[in-house]
């Protein structure tokens, strides 16, 4: 894969270069600031675009969240580019901004949100890449713990068919995917789905439903 790299901390951004690297990927860039990042994917070249992004969430120049923005703003651009964001910090809130950044886009890449630490498991964190890269979306345990935590209960409420949905939900499988393997019809999952939005407390405003539905039945087995 053709990586763009956004990590202000010397160190760890050449040592994920390294490791990028040894596992065969090419790291087009390597940045240190959230301007620079924004730089090199807007003036490189179109025709060959990067597969990913792989951005620090606080970074130069304002060391908020200055990463994330940058990401954000490439999103606009650029809907089906994918990023992983890393972070030292659980701050789900993070993560709602840029799966807000998303919400109802067909065209939408996949995303991301990895604590730092993470990238020490190195099968891990390429498994992550790989999937976020593809389209999915990859959220780290920590942060679905944090994220979900107040929703908990609200699990319970699910009928058995609200939560065999759901577990086709997680998988990643279409509405009509879920229908064929439920005997249904497609109207009646798109009526499950609204019933399990409802009962989570997943309002319309509140991100990609499908994404924190998903993290819902990953927290709450």
């Known amino acids: 894969m053709r990586i763009v790299l956004a990590e202000d901390e010397a160190l760890l951004r050449e040592g994920l270069v390294m490791l990028l690297e040894h596992a065969g990927h090419d790291v087009v860039a390597s940045v240190a600031t959230a301007t620079e990042l924004v730089h090199v994917v807007k003036r490189g070249d179109p025709a060959v675009p990067p597969d990913i992004v792989i951005t620090d969430v606080r970074m130069p120049p304002g060391r908020t969240d200055d990463g994330l923005r940058a990401a954000i703003e490439l999103r606009r651009d650029r809907p089906h580019l994918p990023i992983l964001l890393l972070s030292?910090?659980?701050?789900?809130?993070?993560?709602?901004?840029?799966?807000?950044?998303?919400?109802?886009?067909?065209?939408?890449?996949?995303?991301?949100?990895?604590?730092?630490?993470?990238?020490?498991?190195?099968?891990?964190?390429?498994?992550?890449?790989?999937?976020?890269?593809?389209?999915?979306?990859?959220?780290?345990?920590?942060?679905?713990?944090?994220?979900?935590?107040?929703?908990?209960?609200?699990?319970?409420?699910?009928?058995?068919?609200?939560?065999?949905?759901?577990?086709?939900?997680?998988?990643?499988?279409?509405?009509?995917?879920?229908?064929?393997?439920?005997?249904?019809?497609?109207?009646?999952?798109?009526?499950?789905?609204?019933?399990?939005?409802?009962?989570?407390?997943?309002?319309?405003?509140?991100?990609?439903?499908?994404?924190?539905a998903v993290l819902a039945f990953l927290e709450h087995p």
């Open 88 to 212: 030292q910090y659980l701050g789900n809130e993070y993560l709602q901004r840029l799966l807000d950044s998303a919400e109802d886009d067909p065209r939408s890449g996949g995303v991301g949100y990895l604590l730092k630490d993470r990238v020490a498991h190195v099968h891990e964190f390429m498994q992550a890449l790989q999937t976020v890269a593809s389209g999915g979306v990859v959220v780290d345990r920590k942060v679905i713990s944090a994220l979900m935590r107040r929703r908990e209960d609200r699990l319970e409420r699910l009928t058995p068919r609200e939560r065999e949905v759901l577990q086709h939900v997680s998988a990643g499988e279409t509405n009509h995917g879920i229908a064929e393997a439920l005997h249904l019809s497609d109207g009646a999952v798109v009526k499950h789905i609204g019933a399990i939005f409802d009962k989570l407390g997943l309002s319309q405003r509140e991100g990609n439903r499908r994404v924190l």
